[in-house]
């Protein structure tokens, strides 16, 4: 029971440290030949916390005459601690590899018993298998890992989904309670950092604008320049980002924390399917709030806008109001719309997916959260892209 | 050696897990495991840290499928039909698990209620009685509208267990239930499991280190060694602590070290 060796010898030295009262000042050692042995003298006081803490040489032992043994002489010895023990131990390697006798009975008893617990060769750490660059290998790796989690991802989509239609029919595993708290806090909750935000970028645009087209004389045509914008790209994508950070980040450290937990395996044993019970609620109320909250971003951002060209630039308000009317057909916001639902589902499937592959210890949870953001923001922009390519396509 | 206790137990069997083997990838954690769980009886899985019994439990309760070999519940074969015969035979499980594992979103008597509201058709007043019995039964009735997070490890422990018989399942796994627990507490739970098993005739199988609870409450067992990665020897802790001669369970059994000289080499 090693446990209670320890507890005993910890004590064993605390009493000795007690008991002797001598301070001596700086730790020192020094050997010295005598009849039929070598003496080691041990002096001072070893705490480590004191600092300036003496080596035993690898050579210490070279002048020691071949089968004499080495005793220590520790009546000088002041207070000690690990220190002490560490050098003794430094010190015995040494004597091993020099085949040197020693005579450890005459070290303390605390200490020689701490210095039998520590092993005679301490183990050598397995070298690291050597890092090869091998290009090729790690873009193959990649390409299948990436391919993995597409799939993983779809699949556990279509589950949900499977779990959204029994929940139709009446025959779900979804609580509605969960998916009210998780409606309020993607969609209510957000509705401040993404004004805030879409505020700014609407403000931030008119701004831009104005410098370019005043020069045109052409200042009313920045209430077009900002709804468009608006509708068609800021809105959206801001939007996502937002909320992959905040609400993408929170579902993958939620589900990752279950995950260390446990509760993950509790839910698998009840036959609770995660699909539908856990992931969603979450992928539903994310793909409902956020065309609504791409709607309230457009709003804003136009309002953003108009602020600007107000007290900025010489537009009237019924002019702006005019203007953005005019610039805005409605097949912007349809497609502004379902890029945001697609965003929206995306963030929900995505963050989901990493919180359930994560570890399960505290660090996995920061990871998974980190991830998640990153794959969110990196993903929409991903997307956007392809959007842009299919509107050019068909004509948007 | 003597490591195989004889048995007079003519119980029918509920449990038969034939040569199975474990491994995460090419890593075998055990290998070759079998072994019988008659009904009533209350089983201990053994053997010292690191050795796999984890491991096995996860298996027998359905989350980790076992590179080889058969585990039969009764007449059905686990882990040969599709999922939704393993989430129908899975249906006869309880789980306690390590650290309780209770939903931390919700409220003690939530976290009991929702395998019924998920896979009953009880009226919610209905459900909540249930709750409550089964609450009262672990002493857990003043939290039940307490989180999880509000309460001790103790807590949570007969918190998870009354989730764990929340619906009334007839095979029931613990796994570790007094690691952590104080003496008194972990008396009081053994109280508790035996109670369980003699009133509901519940099947228990109980993955454990704890040597006092394990002598008074196991009648069956199985030791695993960590060493040899596989069962090292079947009886029940009293019996191998009295009779097995192999080293590494007299050691364990009598809380002695183990001579590294002999602890290799027995197989």
Known sequence: MPPRNRVGEVAALRLERLVKTSVNGAPQWHLQPEANRTLVTLSGDWIAQQGHLPDFPESGFRDVPHGEPVEFSTDQLGKWDTSLISFLWELKRTAREDNVQLR????????????????????????????????????????????????????????????????????????????????????PAALLIVGVVNFLVGAILAFV?????????????????????????????????????????????RISTMQANEEIDALQVFGIPVSSYLILPSVLALAFTMPLLYLYGCLIGMLGGFFVSYIMLDVSPLGYFHETLQALPLDQFTFGFIKSLVFGTFIGLTSCRIGLKAGRSAADVGIAATKAVVVGIVGVIALDAVFAVIANVIGI | MNNQMPSTDDRPVMIDVNDVTLAFGSRVIQHDVSFQVRRGSIFAVMGGSGCGKSTLLKSMIGLLRPTHGTYMVQKDNYWSGDDESRVRIGRRFGVLFQSGALWSSMTVGENVALPMQMFTRLEPHVIRQLVELKLGLVGMLHAID??????????????????????????????????????????RLDELILNLRDGLGATIIIVSHELSSLFHIADDGIFLDADQKTAIAHGSPTWLRDHCTDPTVHAFMHREQLDSSSSHGNG
């Open chain 1, 104 to 187: 450890i009975d005459t070290l303390p008893e605390s200490a020689r018993k701490l210095l039998d617990l520590l092993p005679e060769i301490p183990p050598t750490p397995a070298p690291l298998p050597p890092h090869k660059f091998q290009p090729v290998t790690a873009v193959g790796q990649l390409t299948l890992d990436t391919l993995n989690e597409v799939g993983c991802v779809s699949e556990m989509g279509a589950a949900a989904a499977k779990g959204g239609l029994a929940a139709l029919v009446g025959r779900g595993m979804m609580r509605t309670v969960d998916l009210m708290s998780d409606l309020s806090a993607a969609g």
């Open chain 1, 209 to 253: 604008g104005s410098v370019e087209l005043h020069k045109f004389a052409a200042d009313i045509y920045v209430a077009s320049l900002v709804a468009i914008a608006m509708v068609r790209e800021m809105s959206a994508v801001m939007t996502a980002i937002i909320m992959a950070g905040r609400t993408g980040g929170a579902y993958a450290a």
């Open chain 2, 146 to 187: 307490q989180y999880p997070s509000e309460l001790s490890g103790g807590m949570r422990k007969r918190a998870g267990l009354a989730r764990a018989m929340s619906l009334d399942p007839d095979i029931l796994f613990f796994d570790e239930p007094s690691a952590g627990l104080d003496p008194i507490t972990s008396a």
